[in-house]
């Protein structure tokens, strides 16, 4: 059974930082592209990072480009969202997802993955 598990979200003061991990298991995305979305209350989910499946190419929303980076370990099945400068609008479920094919470029919207997380909360208090 494969799983997508998200840890490290929390509460942070804007300005803090936080880094969420998101452990693989039931099988290797080390050939597939990973990203992390979004969810606030009320609120569609949405892009914020992508990576291939090498590291190569990373796509960011403009909302948390150059604060947030997306980064995996393909060793260790795990793909990473380290988030600096937080703000209050950045409070929301996190989650991660795997694409379940291998592509080159590695999708912006949630049509393009297959396998999701439970999500983690991430909440910026002003």
């Known amino acids: 059974q494969v799983q997508l598990i998200e840890s490290g979200g929390g509460l942070v003061q804007a300005g803090g930082s936080l880094e969420l991990s998101c452990a693989a298991s039931?099988?290797?995305?080390?050939?597939?592209?990973m990203g992390w979305f979004r969810q606030a209350p009320g609120k569609e989910r949405e892009f914020v990072a992508a990576?291939?499946?090498?590291?190569?190419?990373?796509y960011y929303s403009d909302s948390v480009k150059g604060r947030f980076t997306i980064s995996r370990d393909n060793r260790i099945n795990t793909l990473f969202l380290q988030m600096n400068s937080l703000k209050v609008e950045d409070t929301a479920n996190y989650y991660c997802?795997?694409?379940?094919?291998?592509?080159?470029?590695?999708?912006?919207?949630?049509?393009?993955?297959?396998?999701w997380g439970q999500g983690t909360q991430v909440t910026v208090s002003s």
């Open positions: 039931g099988r290797t995305f080390s050939s597939n592209p």
């Open positions: 997802a795997a694409a379940q094919e291998p592509t080159t470029t590695p999708p912006i919207s949630t049509p393009g993955y297959h396998y």
């Open positions: 990576i291939s499946s090498g590291s190569v190419t990373r």
